[in-house]
Structure formats: C-alpha cells, structure tokens
C-alpha cells in the first residue's frame, strides 16, 4: 500500500530550490554589476566613435539584465 505524501517535504523541497534559485540570481547580480563596472571603465577610456557606441549598447545590455535579475530576486522574496 502506498504511504500519502508527505507536504512538509514538499514544501520543504521546494523552499531548499527557491533558496537556491535565489542564490543562484544573487551571484548573478554580483557579476553583472561587476560587468557593468567594467564597461563603464572601458567607456571612459575610449576616444574611437565605434567603441564608445560600442559600449553604450554593452551598457545598456548589461542594465536590462541587471534589472530583470533584480525584478527577479523580488518575485521570490514575495513568492508563497
């Protein structure tokens, strides 16, 4: 006969994944803001108009992305 499942291990399993996902998108803030450091760094010291366009699009780029992994993080936070 098969034993009910168990919902504290559930909720548990899936409170351990929601950890880890949220770990997972911290470490991945903390590069992107490193990234977004580093263009920057690259951008102040170019005079070439095709690498300054450059990195304005990297900049940007690296912004959406910092933003949706912020949102991100928030979704969990406020996640049942």
């Known amino acids: ?3 009910p499942a168990r919902p504290f291990l559930s909720r548990h399993r899936q409170s351990a ?3 880890a996902e949220r770990r997972e998108l911290l470490a ?4 992107t803001r490193t ?3 580093q ?3 690259g951008f102040n010291t170019v005079c070439d108009s095709d690498l300054i366009e450059s990195y304005v699009f990297e ?7 910092y933003d949706y ?8 936070e406020y996640a049942p």
């Open 35 to 37: 990234q977004i450091q």
């Open 59 to 65: 900049i940007k780029a690296l912004q959406s992305r």
């Open 28 to 31: 991945s803030l903390a590069s």
């Open 69 to 76: 992994l912020l949102r991100r993080v928030k979704e969990l």
């Open 17 to 19: 994944a929601l950890e």
């Open 1 to 3: 006969m098969a034993q």
């Open 39 to 41: 263009a920057y760094g």
